[in-house]
């Protein structure tokens, strides 16, 4: 968050926004740009954008460093940059189709309080897993440039420009930049999920039923879940239920306080198929590793019920 000292005396101004209606307040009359274009509806653009930025897209941009949730309203990561993408989206259609700044042709408070946001945004989305972030963008799955496949073109070129031709921002972004360089170079991000432990495992054939490549008898669907009878029953209510999305989860014992959501939620998803399958009694169970019987690596439920069962397990 960038923030301005002064000097000893005088309060820290935080907030790109904040600190620039401060500077154009204190130094009033002073040659240099207004920030203040001369169309009443590219201020009212600028305002909005400025809205926009504080409101929706500063409190999730966290999901791109924060070591864990919550991000903004949002238990996972991969949630948060879904939202933090739909708001780039809002962001483009805000921006002017001319250009050359978000606004029109005149520099507006939008650029200033963008700006600084969008180098980060633009440096960290790409370290994140292209799946999460090319999702929420076209169907089309072919590897790209994750920041380039986040900001669409009037944005790219508002984007393009700034960092080309605006010697200011070009310097903002190299003082930015180099402060995320640095951090890199401790290894700032590795532990984040997603950005440097991303889940490079090999597929399952999970992956394959939640595609609908591999047919399955299906009970239970959400937006975080998926639960289906298993095509080897050991109970005459055997289902499995699944995270849509692995996130590194090949079991629970890879579950990091980033998993707390997608793991809560599986539970509660399991006591609504036990319920729905008419179950008062259940087990629930999951293998984590070979010598506990496990045999896909793609964290699993099994609910199991229509029978008693024996304690300790075998
Ligand atoms: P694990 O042994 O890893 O704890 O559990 C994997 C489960 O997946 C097993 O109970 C196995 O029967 C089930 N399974 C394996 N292949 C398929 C399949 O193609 N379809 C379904 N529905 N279940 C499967």
């Known amino acids: 968050m960038p923030m301005l000292v002064e000097d000893e005396n005088d309060k820290a101004v935080w907030e790109s926004d904040a600190i620039c209606r401060h500077i154009l307040d204190r130094y009033a009359g002073s040659p240099g740009p207004t920030f203040w274009p001369s169309s009443a509806s590219a201020r009212t653009a600028s305002e909005v954008l400025c809205r926009l930025h504080d409101a929706y897209i500063g409190p999730i941009q966290g999901c791109l460093y924060k070591p ?97 031709a605006d010697p200011e921002a070009m310097r903002i972004k190299s003082e930015i930049v180099g402060g995320l360089e640095a951090w890199e170079a401790r290894d700032r991000w590795a532990p984040l999920l997603g950005a440097g432990t991303r889940d490079e495992a090999e597929r399952t054939l999970f992956d394959k039923i939640i595609a609908r490549e591999i047919p399955s008898e299906m009970v239970y669907e959400d937006d975080v879940c998926l639960a289906f009878r298993d095509i080897n029953p050991v109970a005459p209510t055997h289902i499995l239920i699944i995270p849509k999305e692995r996130e590194g989860l090949a079991g629970l014992g890879a579950a990091t306080a980033e998993h707390a959501a997608t793991l809560g939620h599986m539970m509660v998803a399991a006591a609504t198929v036990a319920k729905q399958e008419g179950l008062e009694d259940f087990r629930l169970v999951t293998n984590n590793g070979a010598s506990a019987c496990q045999s896909v690596f793609h964290l699993h439920l099994h609910l199991l019920g229509g029978r008693d069962f024996t304690w300790p397990p075998g």
Request: glycine share 8%; charged share 20%.
């Open 68 to 164: 864990m949730p919550p991000f903004g309203r949002f238990g996972t990561r991969s949630e948060a940059i879904r939202e933090l993408i739909a708001q780039l989206g809002v962001a483009e259609s805000l921006a002017d189709p001319e250009g050359p700044f978000l606004t029109g042709p005149d520099i507006s408070l939008a650029d200033a309080t963008l700006f600084p946001t969008m180098v980060f945004i633009t440096h960290m989305l790409p370290k994140f897993d292209e799946t999460i972030v090319a999702k929420a963008g076209s169907a089309d799955s072919a590897p790209r440039d994750a920041a380039a496949g986040a900001l669409g073109p009037r944005l790219l070129a508002w984007w393009a420009h700034m960092t080309s």
